[in-house]
């Protein structure tokens, strides 16, 4: 099985850059991927991280370190709208794509 | 544009009555996945589908939730009885696996049940 911790909430400022981390304890391991959900919306898909380092798109990057079981999510230059729960989800091994979810962060972006 | 569909979008029913939900996949994606969000649980998978055959179930109450594939167009959950306990938001994902690698999964906009 798979167990995944984050943070339960976050706020940070319009602008600034916050990082969401994530750690995770599995039995398997074929990926990680972030998702951003609105409130009232469906979860969407931001990254996917299966070798160690740093994956860059546009504001967001999301870093991976199998070895200690940890990958955290950076989002830059801070928008309003980037105001949602982020959800940090591990793939079990085999290409199955059977994904578990972490509970997700809270970001709330202020002015 | 392609995108998953489900409905209803909203469902309010009475304890013991049967709920069924309906999700329509991304046309060419060959896994179906069902979830279930509440706040204290977050996102559970429930059940998945790969080519229409059942992977895993193992997270679904098997007394009295089933799901099912009659077709690749067509993905069904039911609950029978429904419980208060029920009441969740429930998400249907698609995504096309493809040997030894994952990829993302695109959400349905989910079926929101109350179980009074």
């Known amino acids: 099985g798979q167990n995944i911790d984050q943070p339960t909430e976050m706020t940070a400022t319009e602008g600034a850059i916050v990082q969401i981390n994530c750690t995770y304890q599995?039995?398997?391991?074929?990926?990680l991927f972030w998702y951003q959900q609105h409130a009232g919306e469906a979860p969407t898909f931001l990254s996917y991280?299966?070798?160690?380092g740093l994956e860059e798109k546009g504001r967001f990057s999301s870093f991976l370190s199998r070895s200690k079981g940890y990958s955290y999510l950076l989002l830059k230059e801070l928008q309003m709208k980037d105001s949602a729960s982020y959800l940090c989800?591990?793939?079990?091994?085999?290409?199955?794509?059977?994904?578990?979810f972490g509970t997700g962060t809270k970001l709330q972006v202020i002015p | 544009d392609a995108r998953v569909t489900q409905t209803p979008r909203h469902k309010v029913t009475e304890m013991g009555q049967e709920v069924t939900m309906r999700c329509q996949p991304i046309?060419?994606?060959?896994?179906v996945f069902w979830y279930r969000q509440t706040m204290m649980q977050g996102l559970e998978l429930l059940a998945y589908?790969?080519?229409?055959?059942?992977?895993?179930d193992s997270g679904m109450p098997k007394d009295r939730f089933s799901a099912e594939m009659p077709d690749a167009t067509l993905a069904t959950l039911k609950i029978q009885p429904s419980e208060p306990r029920d009441s969740a938001v429930y998400f249907c994902?698609?995504?096309?696996?493809?040997?030894?690698?994952?990829?993302?999964?695109?959400f349905g906009p989910g079926t929101r049940l109350t179980v009074l």
């Open positions: 046309l060419g994606h060959n896994t």
């Open positions: 994902a698609s995504g096309l696996a493809l040997t030894g690698t994952d990829n993302e999964q695109f």
């Open positions: 989800a591990v793939s079990d091994s085999g290409g199955y794509q059977k994904v578990t």
């Open positions: 991280n299966v070798l160690d």
């Open positions: 599995t039995s398997g391991f074929n990926g």
């Open positions: 589908f790969r080519n229409r055959a059942p992977l895993d």
